[in-house]
C-alpha cells in the first residue's frame, strides 16, 4: 500500500450521492477513518471486494465510514438509476458518489479499478492500494490509526439511509433455461434461489431457501448466493453460484442440493499455472453441456473450464487468466469476463462483456477468435457487419436455429447474429441490462433483469408481453 501524509481532495461531484438522503463533504467525516473505494459497477473485481468491505464495516462500525466512489467505465453505468440498481443488487451498505466525469478519480490519481484509499480522521490520505483483497493488507492500517488517534476519534454512529430494496415476485432474474417438458428455469438471483415455471408463469418449484448462504440439502433448505447459468444433464441441473465460487448440482428426482465444485474461495490461475490437475470456480456466470463435458464461464479469473461430469472434476480449458481481447489456441487466447455461453455444432460462443465482445471456440480445432469486438475500452451500439459492429457489455447469448440470440446488457437490447452473413441487427429495445435469451416455444425469452421481469416476445407478430410471474401459495 502506498503511504503520503496530503490533504485529500473533495469527493462531491454534481451527479450526487446515492444510498444515503444528502450529499456530504469530507468535513463531515473528521474524527473517522475514511475508506474511499473506486469502482464501477460491471467489474467483477469490483464485486470480489465488496466482501472484504463489508467486514471491515462490521468489525470497525464507529471509527470507519466506507464510501464508494463510482467512476463508470462504461457509458450506461454513469446513469444514477443504474448505479442504483447495483447497489441493491450487490446489497452495499455505505453511501456511493457518482463521479461520471471522473474527477474524483483524477483528482486521486486512481488509474485501475478497483482502487481503494485510506484517508486519517485529519483528513489526510495515508495511502491507496488497486486490486483484490484488501482486508488483510487495510487492517493493520485502520489498527494504527485508531490506536493513534484514540479519543480524538468521532465514534458517534452515522445515519445513512439506504436505497429501498424492489418487492417483486422476481428479484434481478438473470439466466433461464427451459426443459423437455416445456418448462423453464430461471436463476432469480436477488432472491438467491432458482425457479420452475410454467410458460404462463406458474411456479411449480423454489430450488432454494432465499437466504443468501452456502448451504447444501433439500429444496427448502438449501442456500446460494447470486446463482446465475444453468445446464441440464439427465435428471440433474447445474447451476453457476457465482458468489460462492461454485458449481452447484440440483438432483431433480430426489430435490436435493450438492455442491460439485469450489470451497467459497476466489481462485486464481494464471498462463501454465495448475495446467491438468483439478482447480476451482472462480466467479461462474454460465454453464454449457457438451456431451459428457460442462463448460463454465469462469468470469472471475477471465477463463473458460472444463468439468468432467463422470468425475466431477473442474480443469482449467481457455484463457491465459489476463483481461485482454487475444485469439488463438486454448491456452492462449485471453477474455474479459465470459459471462455466456451458448453451443451450435462443435463451436462454444461466448459473450464477453468486458471488451464488448462475442467469441467463438472450435472445441474441435481448439482455437478461439473473435466474430464482433475491438478491445477492453471499444463500445457502442452499431448494426451491421460484424467487422463494423459494436455493443455495450453483453452478458447472455443463445443459439437457435444456426444463428445466435444476444443480450446487449448496456444497450438494453436483444440482437440477431446472423452467422452465414455475419451480420447483427436489434430485434428487440427498450429493456433494462437484460442478462439472457432464450428461443422456446416460438417465443423469446428475456430476463429484463433491472426491471425484475421476465419478457416473451412472439417471434412472428413480435408482440411482446410480461410475463406474470406466480408464486405458489
Known amino acids: 500500500m502506498l503511504t503520503g501524509r496530503v490533504n485529500a481532495p473533495e469527493i462531491n461531484t454534481r451527479h450526487g450521492w446515492l444510498n444515503t438522503d444528502r450529499d456530504y463533504t469530507l468535513k463531515d467525516f473528521r474524527g473517522k477513518v475514511v475508506l474511499l473505494d473506486f469502482w464501477t459497477f460491471g467489474c467483477i473485481n469490483c464485486q470480489h471486494l465488496l466482501p472484504d468491505l463489508k467486514r471491515l464495516e462490521q468489525e470497525y462500525p464507529t471509527e470507519l465510514v466506507v464510501i464508494g466512489v463510482h467512476s463508470a467505465k462504461f457509458d450506461a453505468e454513469k446513469r444514477t438509476a ?12 455505505h453511501p456511493v458518489v457518482n463521479d461520471a466525469d471522473f474527477e474524483v478519480w483524477k483528482q486521486y490519481a486512481v488509474n485501475a479499478w478497483p482502487t481503494v484509499v485510506l484517508i486519517d480522521p485529519n483528513g489526510k490520505v495515508v495511502g491507496q492500494k488497486s486490486g483484490e483483497g484488501i482486508y488483510d493488507i487495510i487492517k493493520p ?29 422476481l428479484r434481478f432474474p438473470s439466466k433461464l433455461m427451459a426443459d423437455d417438458t416445456s418448462h423453464l428455469y430461471l436463476a432469480d438471483s436477488g432472491h438467491h434461489r432458482l425457479l420452475r415455471l410454467t410458460p404462463q408463469g ?18 427448502a433448505e438449501a442456500q446460494f448466493n447470486e446463482p446465475h447459468g444453468l445446464a441440464l444433464h439427465g435428471q440433474f441441473l447445474y447451476v453457476a ?28 490461475y494464471f498462463f501454465y499455472e495448475q495446467v491438468g490437475v483439478p482447480v476451482n470456480p472462480n466467479s461462474p456466470w454460465d454453464l454449457a453441456v457438451v456431451e459428457d463435458q460442462l463448460y463454465i464461464a469462469s468470469a472471475g479469473n477471465h477463463q473458460l473450464l472444463r468439468l468432467d461430469l463422470a468425475t466431477e472434476k473442474v480443469f482449467r480449458f481457455a484463457g491465459t487468466g489476463r483481461e485482454a481481447l487475444a485469439d488463438g489456441p486454448l491456452p492462449d487466447a485471453a477474455f474479459n469476463q465470459p459471462s455466456g455461453l451458448a453451443l451450435i455444432n462443435h463451436t462454444l460462443y461466448v459473450a464477453d462483456p468486458e471488451a464488448s465482445a462475442v467469441r467463438a471456440v472450435d472445441l474441435c480445432q481448439g482455437t478461439v477468435t473473435t466474430l464482433i469486438g475491438r478491445g477492453l475500452f471499444e463500445f457502442g451500439d452499431e448494426d451491421g457487419d460484424f467487422d463494423e459492429a459494436y455493443l455495450q457489455h453483453c452478458l447472455g447469448i443463445a443459439a437457435h436455429a444456426g444463428n445466435l ?4 446488457t448496456y444497450n438494453g437490447k436483444i440482437k ?22 432464450l428461443v422456446h416455444q416460438g417465443y423469446l425469452w428475456i430476463t429484463n433483469t433491472n426491471a425484475h421481469e421476465l419478457w416473451r416476445v412472439h417471434l412472428e407478430t413480435w408482440e411482446r408481453e410480461v410475463v406474470d410471474v406466480r408464486l405458489p401459495l
Open 241 to 268: 453460484d457465482a458468489k460462492n465460487n461454485a458449481i452447484r448440482k440440483v438432483n431433480l428426482a430426489t430435490r436435493q442440493v450438492t455442491t460439485v465444485a469450489g470451497t467459497g474461495e476466489l481462485s486464481y
Open 416 to 437: 440477431f447474429l446472423d452467422l452465414e452473413r455475419q451480420r447483427i441487427k436489434t430485434i428487440v429495445s427498450g429493456l433494462e441490462e437484460p442478462n439472457d435469451v
Open 82 to 93: 443504474a448505479i442504483r440498481q447495483a447497489i441493491l443488487k450487490f446489497g452495499i451498505s
Open 141 to 169: 492500517y485502520l489498527e494504527e490509526l485508531i490506536q493513534t488517534f484514540g479519543d480524538r476519534l468521532n465514534r458517534d454512529p452515522l445515519p445513512f439511509i439506504k436505497e429501498k430494496p424492489v418487492e417483486a415476485p
Open 202 to 219: 406458474q411456479v411449480v418449484a423454489v430450488i432454494g431457501s432465499g437466504r443468501q448462504g452456502f448451504t447444501n440439502g433439500g429444496y
Open 405 to 408: 440470440f444476444l443480450a446487449d
